[in-house]
């Protein structure tokens, strides 16, 4: 979401990745707090708290200058001051109804693609910024793309 909404391109990221669990260490990473800035100037954050509430819940806040949407278990708030609304979500155009419409209409060749390649390979680049956030506290996508790249020669 936080890629889609910038629209750009994971540049730095800082803050911390743990692996604890009620005290204990897990085996993959459950809890997170970092900042993500954009190539294009944009800064969103992330907290993940993945040992704190027994079930996932999703929610996403978006602060702004006019105020703020939160978007919590299927719904959207709009808060402007002390004031708080519930606002009916709306879709684009041609935005697919279901998970699998889009993919089976790009398979008919009927719509384009909404989940590019490209928008892979940023997901997985932010992925790889913040999981490394476990092993220090600040990291540039270059020190990241240059790690990926290490033995490309071999494998080539």
């Known amino acids: 979401i936080l890629l889609w909404m910038t629209g750009g391109v994971p540049l730095k990221a800082r803050g911390s990745v743990d ?3 009620r005290g204990e260490l897990r085996d993959i990473p459950l809890n997170c707090d ?3 800035e954009f190539d294009n100037g944009a800064v969103g954050s992330i907290v993940i708290e993945g040992d704190h509430h027994p079930d996932f819940t999703e929610r996403v806040t978006i602060e702004g200058t006019q105020g703020t949407l939160k978007f919590r278990t299927g719904s959207l708030y709009l808060t402007k001051g002390t004031s708080t609304e519930l606002v ?3 879709k684009p155009a041609g935005y697919p109804g279901g998970k699998n419409e889009n993919f089976v209409a790009c398979l008919r060749g009927t719509e384009e693609n909404y989940s590019t ?3 892979a390979l940023n997901t997985t680049l ?3 910024m913040i ?3 476990k092993d220090r506290t600040e990291v540039h996508r270059d020190e990241i793309l240059s790690e990926a790249c290490l033995g490309l020669d071999r494998v080539v």
């Open 126 to 128: 932010m992925t790889d």
């Open 131 to 133: 999981l490394s956030l």
């Open 19 to 21: 692996n604890l669990y």
């Open 117 to 119: 390649g490209r928008s």
């Open 88 to 90: 009916a979500p709306v």
């Open 34 to 36: 970092v900042e993500m």
